[in-house]
């Protein structure tokens, strides 16, 4: 595998890869236009309430099946205000993965609470189940269940693990909205549930987030924490517009990602350089924000830091959009965090995941088979 000069790269991928450019997001979507021209002629865009934001809270309890939903302003801000929502605080101890975004980690300690890392599955890039039980401690309230990079958790065996021991289940959905998880839609598993309308996600309004639950405590706990004279972590009139043409689309979309992680996976099955995730077979659905592999994992690579590095340059090269995956948390001091679990498949995820962001997958059939002709030439070349 070589890392070529940019210029050589960029003509090269102008032939191969992408001849017309590399996929790119947000979409050019004539819903999403209309919605902002209505949000402009109605004046909704410029105003605290109107009837977008409302027909947003209705649309997402429906389609997860869910009473309750909070909008707020990030994902990340909707983990925190979950943790709230369910009474966690100074002095107890929140479940998390080894391998997470960084932002849930924060948002623990944002509650006083102090996280415990339970190691991943390294399969699924999700906390291991099997880990799960052992890692509780007396003071062990929550667990945070995050479903990572295509990757689905097993959230029936969590949920009967957290009911036996008294856990909160905060279930984070930011990287897989309308996925189907043991029967039901990722976020509604939880006995909170949270999304997230960043810039880069599936569901795109630039910035914001929602947290769902089935009680109605929960919900009211939340909206008391938000409630400084305003809502303090509100989702705008004019983001709820543009989301709800999203949200009726998203079913069909993530079936097309699906379809096509799927095939990449497939065509480079036979890569020993890469170890994809093991992509949910149905009746459960995965849906694709990243679509994550190993590099190096089973290949006998000695410096996989490097290996990964020289992967993701030449991809970029190529015009594909792939970067690392998270840091982890193995290595954070444990004056911060309970290493409950050896953390040996975290470390491992942090030392050498690469990701592939979702535009791509919405292509078509032939385009994905070009951007896997990339890959394998990335990987094959002397
Ligand atoms: C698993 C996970 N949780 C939470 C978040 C936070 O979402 P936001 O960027 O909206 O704050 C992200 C963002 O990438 C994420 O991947």
């Not at 958790?153 to 279930?171: C, D, F, K, N, T």
């Not at 592999?293 to 991809?315: C, K, M, N, P, Y």
């Not at 059939?365 to 070349?381: C, H, K, P, Q």
Request: glycine letters at 8%; proline letters at 5%.
């Amino acid at each position: 595998m070589v890392t070529r000069p940019p210029n050589e790269n960029a003509r090269r991928s102008a032939d191969a890869a992408f001849p017309d450019g590399p996929p790119t997001w947000p979409l050019a979507d004539d819903d999403v236009r209309a919605a902002l021209e209505a949000a402009y002629a109605d004046g909704s865009w410029g105003r605290y309430h109107g009837p977008n934001c409302e027909r947003f809270t209705k649309s997402l309890a429906e389609f997860h099946d869910v009473d309750h939903v909070t909008l707020c302003c990030s994902g990340t801000i909707a983990v925190e205000i979950a943790l709230r929502g369910l009474r966690i605080g100074p002095g107890d101890e929140v479940l998390l993965a080894g391998y997470d975004f960084a932002g849930n980690f924060r948002a623990i300690e944002a509650v006083g609470a102090r996280p415990a890392l339970v190691d991943v599955d390294p399969a699924t890039w999700c906390v291991d189940v099997e880990r799960v039980e052992a890692a509780i401690a007396p003071e062990t309230r929550a667990m945070i269940v995050s479903h990572l990079h295509g990757g689905l958790a097993p959230m029936r065996r969590l949920m009967q693990i957290a009911a036996a021991r008294g856990l909160a289940v905060v279930e984070d959905a930011c990287q897989s909205p309308g996925a189907i998880v043991d029967g039901r839609r990722a976020g509604k598993w939880g006995d909170a549930g949270v999304l997230s309308f960043g810039g880069s996600k599936l569901l795109t309004a630039g910035r914001g987030g929602a947290v769902l639950t089935r009680s109605a405590e929960v919900h009211q706990r939340i909206k008391v924490f938000a409630e400084r004279g305003n809502d303090a972590f509100a989702l705008s009139e004019l983001q709820a517009a543009v989301l709800l043409p999203q949200l009726a689309k998203l079913d069909e979309r993530n079936a097309i990602r699906r379809r096509n992680a799927t095939s990449l996976v497939e065509q480079l099955a036979d890569v020993r350089l890469l170890t994809p995730v093991a992509i949910a077979a149905p009746p459960n659905e995965a849906a694709f924000y990243k679509l994550a592999w190993l590099v190096g994992d089973a290949h006998g690579v000695v410096d996989r830091t490097a290996a990964r590095e020289s992967f993701i340059a030449a991809a970029q090269c190529e015009g594909l959009a792939i970067d690392a995956g998270f840091r982890g948390f193995a290595t954070r001091s444990t004056r911060r965090c309970r290493h409950a679990t050896t953390l040996d498949h975290s470390r491992r995820a942090a030392e050498s995941t690469v990701v592939l962001h979702h535009p791509l997958l919405l292509e078509s059939t032939e385009t994905v088979g070009r951007a896997a002709d990339a890959i394998r030439r990335i990987v094959e070349s002397p």
